[in-house]
């Protein structure tokens, strides 16, 4: 049979590791796919850089969308990045060049994935996206293949890793959120500018994508409620461990009667829960459905080799012939779900106040409860502090989102209260 030629747009951490998989593993890759997979042509922005892997006799093109258009290959691989611009540009003009994408861009597809899908379906080729979403562990595979016999009600888990990491590490250690970050900066991992990934920005992309394929409904980015962790603190993460629980930066999206719920935020989840044993870069994805009932996959989230051992899973299915709908089910059976208000959220809540010591704080909060039908489990108060603040810890009955933050609402506005409240969801995962 003859070899899949394959074009590489991008040769950084990915594309490299890529190209390196594919030239190092030629007979294994052969045995499984019966066929050999070979690289035809390559672009990146610096030709004369070392990229590690012997790129002799690969076509080299300055431009990587025209590249996308011209190069001899049934396939090209976008592993450049962003949402916008060149990225966008390479997917498209393969596609209507009629070559299969295999991409590694969560934050493309997130904002571009139906409109891509559409195209990639119209021209009758494959949109491959593995390697967007939780790096090496095979989680869009294990949706749209190995769970399509079930009805998928949730899929949740800890989608990004530089956020895991630095939550792990202030655990660990008592340090603050702003020291920790720096070190994992200097550590590589984070980025210079980390907002993306402290915002919950990334981890919100890879949930849109993960609703869709299990819900088989369009991606929709917008609908994501996100939060980031930058306002935890190191009492946040010690109080967590007094109550029984690990800090995470959950994606959650469930199906529900009402509609399609999403958001990306800080959560406390149980210390016996698996999730809370999911630490440092790993990342991990909880399945639920009616007939397996819970699957838990887990695994490294980035990183140059398990990214591309994703992508080349893509590879290897588009060389068997192996091109399934990009989001589950052929676009026309897409469905566009009504968005759940986070107000409707019920469950338990985590509030830590920063109070001035006075007498009669503690009956003002529960006043502002009270009249919101909010009731207390657990109340928390250490130290004491005659000129300064002292952090005052409360854990909430379970109740309603709309109830607690009109309750935060008046509580921040009382006199002793020195800052504003921080509110944890708990998950009882
Ligand atoms: N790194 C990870 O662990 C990871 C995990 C999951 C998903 N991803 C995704 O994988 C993609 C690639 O990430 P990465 O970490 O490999 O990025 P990277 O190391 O920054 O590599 C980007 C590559 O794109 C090339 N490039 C940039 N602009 C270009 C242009 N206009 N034309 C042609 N090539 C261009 C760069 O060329 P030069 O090398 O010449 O500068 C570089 O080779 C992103 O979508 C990212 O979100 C990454």
Request: glycine share 8%.
């Amino acid at each position: 049979m003859a070899p899949l030629r394959v074009a590489i747009a991008g040769l950084g951490t990915v594309g490299a590791a890529v190209a390196d998989i594919i030239l190092s593993r030629n007979t294994l890759i052969n045995a499984r796919c019966g066929r050999e997979i070979l690289i035809s042509a390559v672009s990146a922005r610096d030709r004369h850089r070392d990229r590690g892997v012997d790129l002799t006799g690969i076509d080299w093109f300055e431009d990587a969308a025209e590249m996308a258009m011209q190069a001899d290959a049934e396939v090209v691989l976008e592993l450049i990045g962003g949402e916008e611009g060149i990225a966008k540009t390479v997917c498209e003009n393969a596609i209507s060049s009629g070559r299969h994408v295999v991409t590694a861009n969560k934050a493309l597809l997130a904002m571009h994935g139906t409109a891509l899908a559409k195209a990639a379906e119209n021209a009758s080729v494959g949109l491959l996206y593995e390697a967007s979403v939780a790096g090496g562990i095979p989680v869009i595979k294990s949706l749209r293949e190995g769970f399509a016999g079930n009805k998928i009600s949730s899929v949740h888990g800890i989608l990004n890793g530089t956020c895991n990491y630095i939550l792990t590490t202030m655990r660990e250690t008592g340090r603050e959120f702003d020291d920790v970050l720096t070190e994992a900066q200097d550590l590589g991992y984070a980025e210079a500018d980390p907002s993306v990934d402290v915002d919950g920005i990334d981890a919100a992309h890879k949930l849109a994508l993960l609703a869709s394929v299990a819900f088989g409904a369009e991606v929709n980015f917008h609908a994501v409620h996100v939060e980031g962790i930058q306002f935890i603190s190191a009492d946040d993460i010690a109080f967590a461990s007094e109550l029984g629980y690990r800090i995470k930066l959950l994606g959650i999206a469930n199906q529900t009667e009402l509609g399609v719920e999403q958001r990306v935020h800080p959560a406390m989840v149980p210390i016996d829960s698996p999730l809370a044993h999911v630490e440092g870069v790993f990342n991990a994805v909880v399945v639920e459905a009616d007939a397996i009932g819970t699957s838990v996959l887990q695994g490294k989230g980035a990183g140059a080799k398990p990214t591309a051992s994703a992508v080349v899973s893509d590879l290897i299915d588009i060389a068997r012939n192996t091109v399934l709908p990009t989001f589950s089910v052929p676009l026309s059976e897409l469905s566009q779900p009504k968005t759940v208000s986070l107000d409707n959220r019920q469950g338990p809540y985590y509030l830590r106040l920063m109070v001035l010591d006075r007498p009669g704080v503690i009956a003002d909060v529960s006043a502002a409860l009270k009249e919101e039908g909010v009731s207390v489990e657990v109340l928390l108060q250490r130290g004491r502090s005659e000129e300064g603040s002292v952090p005052v810890v409360l854990k909430l009955h379970e109740t309603v989102e709309a109830n607690v933050r009109r309750a935060v609402e008046q509580i921040a506005q009382l006199d002793s209260v020195v800052e504003r409240p921080c509110m944890i969801r708990i998950e009882e995962l």
